[in-house]
């Protein structure tokens, strides 16, 4: 560390202990590139939250046990060897094995929970950095750039005086301030991103062993589509972990705002189904309730993920792959961090470190993330079947006596259908694979859940409840710009701990009088906000990080 004028100055600057920023840090400092690490959370992954699986792909530049070679013995939960999809139709369910798909260009896969592996990740990150003269800092809020003469040369931050740098990594994640600051993230498309809700619910090792069928170090992933959530576009997951399973639901953001669903009930759909008593008994207890707004990388991706000395990668950069029923993105992070690390260290090397930016996005094109992000063969599908005509006109002949009768003519053979890799990078976002055609399935080929679901999942309230949560008490980081529900009232549904008609979240929705007239409004409560930042993106609203070491603190991830 050098100090110019009166600022710190360090080579780089990585802002995020994700994954992602871990990977880029980790390879800076084995290059010897001076790094400090900012972290906003009390403690890295306490801020956190993902589906829960990660990939090591064969065909990626770099994976996570690549760079930090113990990871997998010590910060991951269970290897998932077994990979299931079920079709649902009421109580009429239809199971494809995708494990196929799910190996496909698979060195290994694990589930984890980010708190654990997170944390762990950023005890290696401190050591290797600070051989560099660097180090990594948690409590600390980065808010924006610092820029001169109008350009790019380091971060500020809300604890600290500004950093100066020679390249900053943005991986701040899904609502990175950074990528906004620069000009290179906006909110304004809904369609763009996925909302997931998860919760995580305690099992002794033992008891997932014997109700999953496994040995101590096997694991399963279950996929869940069809009517279980009605029209809303999207689908649910159960993964084990070591002594814990992850359900949870992902849906598109459009259409949960335009079904007005509410995510928390979405969710408890899934928890009392029939299908999940046998797996999670009479002994329910949920050890945490997360949500987290995913980028989908076919539409958010960005082609050109920098702006001067600004590298974005994972969540920040809109690096979160969809493939079909299989969610990646925390493989796609570490290839990113490691490949900014790696041009920053060749632009440095040959003089010119401010080529750093070109040279990343060439290395993301190089070595295939930006194909995988941005399939070529969805440009296609997209253009011709997502048509709310095209969609209908599909839906009829599926429903129809001949498209019934064609499923039933194809029987097992869509379950190879199922697992094609290229089907699966394709396939069109609208509710014909998500709703219609696994509707059909279930009820065409489906056998019939006896199972009784004895799950009573805990309340919203007792969930926000159960939330550890540090309120900014005169720092909202949540500002209402239109408080006509028109302009907000979206929030209100689509808020993950603030649904309709329940008024101790973030938002509710109410009935003024104003002038004589009534007039329906969304208000702001001061409950805690789980950071998700739905709000921002369906509704008028401003929305920022809280401080450092603020607000929500994830014990699971």
């Given at each position: 560390?050098?100090?110019?004028?009166?600022y710190e100055?360090?080579?780089a600057?990585?802002?995020?202990a994700g994954p992602?920023?871990?990977?880029?840090?980790?390879?800076?400092?084995?290059h010897?590139?001076?790094?400090?690490?900012?972290?906003?959370?009390?403690?890295?992954?306490?801020?956190?939250?993902?589906?829960g699986?990660?990939?090591g792909?064969?065909?990626?530049?770099?994976?996570?046990?690549?760079l930090f070679?113990?990871?997998?013995?010590?910060?991951?939960?269970?290897p998932?060897?077994?990979y299931y999809?079920?079709?649902?139709a009421?109580?009429?369910v239809?199971?494809?094995?995708?494990?196929?798909l799910?190996?496909h260009?698979?060195?290994?896969?694990?589930?984890?929970?980010?708190?654990h592996?997170?944390?762990?990740?950023a005890?290696?990150?401190?050591?290797?950095t600070?051989?560099?003269?660097g180090?990594?800092l948690?409590d600390?809020?980065?808010?924006?750039?610092?820029?001169?003469?109008g350009?790019?040369?380091?971060?500020t931050?809300?604890?600290?005086?500004?950093?100066?740098?020679?390249?900053?990594?943005?991986?701040?994640?899904?609502?990175?301030?950074?990528a906004r600051?620069a000009g290179?993230?906006?909110?304004?498309?809904?369609?763009?991103?996925f909302?997931?809700?998860k919760?995580?619910?305690?099992?002794d090792?033992d008891?997932?062993?014997?109700?999953?069928?496994?040995?101590?170090?096997?694991?399963v992933?279950?996929?869940?589509?069809?009517?279980?959530?009605?029209?809303?576009r999207?689908?649910?997951?159960?993964?084990?972990?070591?002594?814990?399973?992850?359900i949870?639901?992902?849906?598109?953001?459009?259409?949960?705002?335009?079904?007005?669903?509410e995510?928390?009930e979405?969710?408890d759909?899934?928890?009392?189904?029939?299908?999940?008593?046998?797996?999670?008994g009479?002994?329910?207890?949920?050890?945490?309730?997360g949500?987290?707004?995913?980028?989908d990388s076919?539409?958010?991706?960005?082609p050109s993920p920098?702006e001067?000395?600004?590298?974005?990668?994972?969540?920040?950069?809109?690096?979160?792959?969809?493939?079909?029923?299989?969610?990646?993105?925390?493989?796609?992070?570490?290839?990113?961090?490691?490949?900014?690390?790696?041009?920053?260290?060749?632009?440095?090397?040959?003089?010119?470190?401010?080529?750093?930016?070109?040279?990343?996005?060439?290395?993301?094109?190089?070595?295939g993330?930006?194909?995988?992000?941005?399939?070529?063969?969805?440009?296609?599908?997209?253009?011709?079947?997502?048509?709310?005509?095209?969609?209908?006109?599909?839906?009829g002949?599926l429903?129809?006596?001949?498209?019934?009768?064609?499923?039933?003519?194809?029987?097992?053979?869509?379950?190879a259908?199922?697992?094609?890799p290229?089907?699966?990078?394709?396939?069109?976002?609208?509710?014909?694979?998500?709703?219609t055609?696994?509707t059909v399935?279930?009820?065409?080929?489906?056998?019939?859940?006896?199972?009784?679901?004895?799950v009573?999942?805990?309340?919203?309230?007792?969930?926000?409840?159960?939330?550890?949560?540090?309120?900014?008490?005169?720092?909202?980081?949540?500002?209402?710009?239109?408080?006509s529900y028109?302009?907000?009232?979206?929030?209100?549904?689509?808020?993950p701990?603030?649904?309709?008609?329940?008024?101790?979240?973030?938002?509710?929705?109410?009935?003024?009088?104003?002038?004589?007239?009534e007039?329906?409004?969304v208000?702001?409560?001061?409950?805690p906000?789980?950071?998700?930042?739905?709000?921002?993106?369906?509704?008028?609203?401003e929305?920022?990080h809280?401080?450092?070491?603020k607000?929500?603190?994830?014990?699971?991830?």
């Amino acid at each position: 560390m050098t100090e110019t004028d009166d600022y710190e100055h360090y080579e780089a600057v990585v802002v995020g202990a994700g994954p992602g920023g871990a990977a880029a840090a980790a390879a800076l400092a084995d290059h010897g590139v001076e790094t400090l690490v900012l972290e906003r959370g009390v403690e890295a992954g306490s801020k956190n939250v993902s589906g829960g699986l990660l990939y090591g792909e064969e065909s990626a530049p770099y994976t996570l046990d690549d760079l930090f070679p113990d990871v997998r013995e010590a910060a991951t939960e269970r290897p998932v060897t077994e990979y299931y999809l079920h079709n649902v139709a009421g109580r009429q369910v239809e199971t494809f094995d995708i494990t196929d798909l799910h190996e496909h260009d698979t060195e290994w896969s694990d589930a984890v929970l980010r708190r654990h592996m997170d944390s762990w990740l950023a005890e290696r990150v401190h050591e290797r950095t600070r051989e560099t003269g660097g180090g990594l800092l948690t409590d600390v809020r980065v808010n924006g750039l610092l820029e001169e003469n109008g350009e790019i040369v380091g971060v500020t931050c809300d604890e600290l005086d500004p950093i100066r740098a020679d390249v900053v990594v943005a991986a701040d994640g899904v609502n990175s301030e950074l990528a906004r600051d620069a000009g290179l993230m906006d909110w304004e498309e809904p369609e763009e991103w996925f909302q997931g809700v998860k919760a995580v619910v305690d099992m002794d090792p033992d008891v997932v062993n014997e109700r999953f069928d496994l040995d101590p170090d096997e694991g399963v992933a279950h996929l869940f589509s069809g009517d279980l959530f009605e029209d809303v576009r999207g689908g649910g997951f159960c993964y084990t972990n070591e002594g814990s399973l992850s359900i949870g639901t992902v849906f598109h953001l459009d259409s949960l705002v335009a079904e007005e669903a509410e995510p928390h009930e979405l969710l408890d759909a899934l928890l009392t189904h029939p299908l999940l008593a046998d797996w999670l008994g009479d002994d329910y207890e949920e050890l945490e309730y997360g949500a987290k707004l995913v980028p989908d990388s076919k539409k958010a991706a960005h082609p050109s993920p920098h702006e001067g000395r600004l590298l974005l990668v994972g969540d920040a950069a809109g690096q979160m792959q969809a493939q079909g029923p299989i969610i990646k993105g925390m493989n796609h992070a570490v290839s990113a961090g490691a490949l900014a690390a790696e041009a920053y260290v060749e632009a440095k090397g040959r003089g010119n470190p401010k080529s750093a930016g070109k040279r990343y996005e060439r290395r993301l094109c190089d070595e295939g993330v930006m194909d995988k992000l941005r399939p070529s063969g969805y440009r296609v599908t997209s253009a011709l079947g997502e048509h709310d005509a095209v969609t209908g006109l599909v839906d009829g002949v599926l429903t129809s006596f001949a498209g019934r009768a064609a499923v039933r003519a194809l029987g097992g053979r869509l379950e190879a259908l199922y697992g094609s890799p290229y089907l699966a990078s394709i396939v069109p976002d609208t509710r014909t694979p998500y709703v219609t055609l696994p509707t059909v399935i279930a009820e065409e080929l489906g056998a019939h859940v006896t199972s009784e679901s004895s799950v009573e999942p805990p309340s919203l309230a007792d969930r926000i409840g159960d939330l550890t949560y540090d309120t900014d008490i005169g720092n909202p980081h949540i500002e209402l710009r239109d408080a006509s529900y028109e302009a907000s009232g979206a929030a209100v549904t689509a808020c993950p701990v603030s649904a309709e008609d329940f008024g101790g979240g973030c938002y509710r929705s109410e009935t003024v009088q104003r002038n004589g007239d009534e007039e329906r409004v969304v208000s702001l409560d001061t409950q805690p906000c789980v950071e998700c930042g739905t709000c921002a993106v369906v509704a008028d609203t401003e929305w920022e990080h809280p401080r450092g070491g603020k607000g929500v603190e994830f014990e699971q991830g």
